[in-house]
């Protein structure tokens, strides 16, 4: 039994948050931004929207795409660091019921900007083991609201967004997954992390913010990232010439471009969606995925790399024929 991706979608909170905007704000300009990140424009959640009102937006598009109603689901899995409306129970079954799914597995997984490629791998190895024949994989984060108002480092990275995937299960041999690849590594936890405030004196900190050494953090993610490309080719004996889309993470354009040169992929074979949404977490493989399916570029029968890093550190990749 293989598992196969049968509609995808994604949702982007309509109010933007350019350059010029966050030169008002704090000290930083278009210039350092563009150069240092390749970012121009993020999208950011209304106070009143939450993760899961953005992951079952993506999800219906999902189903739309795929033909399906949400009734025909059998488990939902949602990758997300950032359901801030309760820590019981997690975001996952909200979906569920915005979707109106009664009765089936529904829950979070927290691997932060690696959490959609986690919720990925989970959903793949449920349906091969045949327990599960159309699952839902929503990643969904707002990491724009979890940045400090005066942090310039942290506030002109992040965006919001939801990017969804059915993954279904199929006789077809040689498609859809074909591996995935998932790595942690807690002894980096203090190089990026957002602290909760301690047990007990949670009425004493209205919150809590972002904290990320981005130098260090960018140094260990161009080495993992590499170092996953290299897992995922010889794990299934293909050469990177066999490779049609690089659909990374999208954190910094420089290190996405490493990764690309890893591959030795031109630029035109990587799917770019942070210039204008930024680094959207959990949201951004599934979105930068989607953009691409729906403009045309990613076609049926073409073979993809999807890779993330992010907090913890977590990093994972997927290898796709689509
Ligand atoms: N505008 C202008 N200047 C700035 C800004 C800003 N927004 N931010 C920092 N600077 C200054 C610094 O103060 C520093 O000044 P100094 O030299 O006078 O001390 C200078 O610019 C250089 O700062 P660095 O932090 O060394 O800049 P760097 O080139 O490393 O870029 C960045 C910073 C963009 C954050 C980069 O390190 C990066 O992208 N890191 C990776 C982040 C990432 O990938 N996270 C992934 C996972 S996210 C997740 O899991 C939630």
């Given at each position: 039994m293989n598992s196969k991706i049968v509609g995808t979608g994604s949702y982007l909170p309509e109010k933007t948050l350019t350059n010029a905007d966050l030169e008002k704000i704090i000290e930083t300009s278009d210039q350092w931004i563009t150069e240092r990140t390749g970012i121009k424009s993020r999208h950011i959640a209304d106070k009143n929207e939450t993760v899961a009102d953005m992951g079952t937006e993506a999800a219906l598009k999902a189903l739309e795409m795929a033909g399906l109603k949400a009734t025909d689901l059998d488990m939902i899995i949602l990758g997300t660091t950032s359901f801030f409306e309760s820590n019981i129970p997690g975001g996952a079954v909200h979906v569920q019921r915005m979707l109106g799914v009664p009765n089936i597995p529904a829950f979070d997984i927290a691997a932060a900007c690696s959490g959609f490629i986690f919720s990925l791998s989970i959903a793949d190895q449920y349906i091969k083991a045949g327990n599960a024949k159309r699952i839902l994989v929503i990643g969904a984060d707002m990491l724009s609201h979890m940045v400090a108002p005066d942090d310039r480092t942290t506030m002109i990275l992040f965006g919001d967004a939801a990017g969804a995937v059915i993954l279904e299960a199929t006789d077809e041999q040689d498609t859809g997954i074909i591996s995935t690849h998932l790595h942690s590594e807690g002894n980096y936890v203090d190089l990026l992390h957002c602290p909760t405030p301690k047990r007990g004196e949670a009425d004493t900190v209205d919150t809590s913010y972002i904290h990320m050494k981005g130098n260090e953090v960018f140094k260990i993610a161009v080495t993992k990232l590499s170092e996953i490309v290299k897992e995922t080719l010889e794990h299934n004996n293909i050469d990177k010439s066999e490779i049609d889309w690089l659909v990374p993470h999208q954190a910094?354009?420089?290190?996405?471009?490493?990764?690309?040169?890893?591959?030795?992929?031109?630029?035109?074979?990587?799917?770019?969606?942070?210039?204008?949404?930024?680094?959207?977490?959990?949201?951004?493989?599934?979105?930068?995925?989607?953009?691409?399916?729906?403009?045309?570029?990613?076609?049926?029968?073409?073979?993809?790399?999807?890779?993330?890093?992010?907090?913890?550190?977590?990093?994972?990749?997927?290898?796709?024929?689509?």
């Open positions: 910094n354009l420089r290190i996405i471009a490493a990764t690309a040169k890893k591959l030795d992929m031109p630029m035109e074979r990587v799917v770019v969606t942070l210039d204008q949404h930024g680094n959207t977490s959990a949201g951004s493989v599934p979105t930068a995925l989607d953009f691409a399916v729906r403009d045309g570029r990613i076609q049926r029968g073409q073979t993809l790399l999807l890779e993330a890093f992010g907090s913890g550190f977590t990093w994972g990749s997927a290898l796709i024929k689509f």
